[in-house]
């Protein structure tokens, strides 16, 4: 059973639209989460890490959420642009690096 | 200026062949890997090298043989090619000195006919 759940499995939406993109996870001890970007043909990207003390992380138009509690992550985009189209994978470490447990991502097109 | 570069990024193979694909990171981590991402994009790990020792090697066939001449290289061969193995294969690496931040590579797309 895939410990770490996305939704929506894919969305599309008009550029200079925000959405937001929702992880859950049962992994179990939980250190921290991270979200990577996939382009399509190319390798995964690091676009946050949090921690399990951290509630909200910015990266320029990226923000992530974390709710420990509930153990639920979301990544929000604001202002879409037609670059962020891409596939949005939510990644959660059991004990260190050596261990991860992969979501299957979120495909994000944004149309002009 | 690629931290994490892989080779082929595109291998077409026969059923049977033996192949190799290869990694190289010149960003000085200590713990290289390999994924698999299947056509459903599911990226799974295959194995995890710390300082060119096997710390992972998760249920893949014995066909798959990791190598790690040293801590900057960690290439994959692969025995006896079997349609199944049609996928993405990514190599990454990290340390602990960088967050644990994964760096991924471009990817191998392997196409086995």
């Known amino acids: 059973k895939n410990q770490v759940e996305q939704s929506p499995q894919s969305l599309i939406i008009l550029e200079g639209k925000n959405c937001t993109l929702q992880?859950?996870?049962?992994?179990?001890?939980?250190?921290?989460l991270r979200w990577y970007k996939q382009d399509t043909g190319r390798g995964p990207v690091s676009l946050t890490i949090?921690?399990?003390?951290?509630n909200t992380k910015s990266n320029g138009r990226y923000t992530a959420t974390l709710d420990a509690d509930t153990k639920q992550s979301s990544l929000h985009i604001t202002a879409s642009q037609l670059s962020d189209s891409a596939s949005y994978i939510c990644?959660?470490?059991?004990?260190?690096?050596?261990?991860?447990?992969f979501g299957t991502g979120t495909r994000l097109t944004v149309i002009p | 200026d690629t931290a994490v570069s892989q080779t082929p990024k595109y291998l077409v193979t026969q059923m049977g062949n033996d192949k190799s694909i290869k990694c190289e990171q010149n960003?000085?981590?200590?713990?290289m890997y390999w994924y698999k991402q299947d056509s459903k994009k599911f990226l799974k790990i295959m194995f995890s090298?710390?300082?060119?020792?096997?710390?992972i090697n998760e249920t893949v066939p014995n066909r798959f043989s990791p190598k790690s001449p040293d801590k900057a290289h960690l290439n994959l061969h692969i025995n006896s090619l079997e349609l199944g193995d049609s996928a993405v294969y990514f190599c990454?690496?990290?340390?602990?000195?960088?967050?644990?931040?994964?760096?991924f590579g471009e990817g191998s797309w392997l196409t086995v006919v």
């Open positions: 960003l000085g981590h200590d713990t």
């Open positions: 949090m921690t399990f003390s951290e």
């Open positions: 990454a690496s990290t340390t602990q000195i960088s967050g644990n931040t994964i760096y």
């Open positions: 992880c859950n996870y049962t992994v179990s001890p939980f250190s921290n």
């Open positions: 990644v959660v470490p059991r004990t260190g690096a050596n261990n991860l447990f």
């Open positions: 090298y710390n300082n060119k020792e096997l710390i």
